[in-house]
Nanobody
Framework: QVRLIESGGGLVQAGGSLRLSCAASGRTFSNYGMGWFRQSPGKERDFVAVITRDNMTYYADSVKGRVTISRDNAKNTVYLQMDSLKPEDTAVYYC?????????????????WGRGTQVTVSS
């Protein structure tokens, strides 16, 4: 069983930065791709970024250039550095393990979701 715990969310003004962390336990962390998704009230859970086990990174167009995903296998932790935040970035941010080799954008190809961390960006 894998357990993921997100942290680092909070309230920040537009233009500010946050670094989210996702600590993993229970499996060999380095064997898996790790993704970040976000969800606003009444909306679907949307892809934000993924880092593969080979450290390839992919980003949603909406965050490209403002967000950086990274991982520290020694600490079993994946990070999401978010800069130049906008009010539309407000959401609950979730991390998850990539379980399938299908689309990197599909939430259904990920599992072991954490409980999320709230990010609120004020204008």
């Amino acid at each position: 069983q894998v357990r993921l715990i997100e942290s680092g969310g909070g309230l920040v003004q537009a233009g500010g930065s946050l670094r989210l962390s996702c600590a993993a336990s229970g499996r060999t962390f380095s064997n898996y791709g790790m993704g970040w998704f976000r969800q606003s009230p009444g909306k679907e859970r949307d892809f934000v970024a993924v880092i593969t086990r080979d450290n390839m990174t992919y980003y949603a167009d909406s965050v490209k250039g403002r967000v950086t995903i990274s991982r520290d296998n020694a600490k079993n932790t994946v990070y999401l550095q978010m800069d130049s935040l906008k009010p539309e970035d407000t959401a609950v941010y979730y991390c998850a393990v990539r379980l399938c080799t299908g689309s990197i954008y599909a939430a259904m190809d990920y599992g072991y979701w954490g409980r999320g961390t709230q990010v609120t960006v004020s204008s």
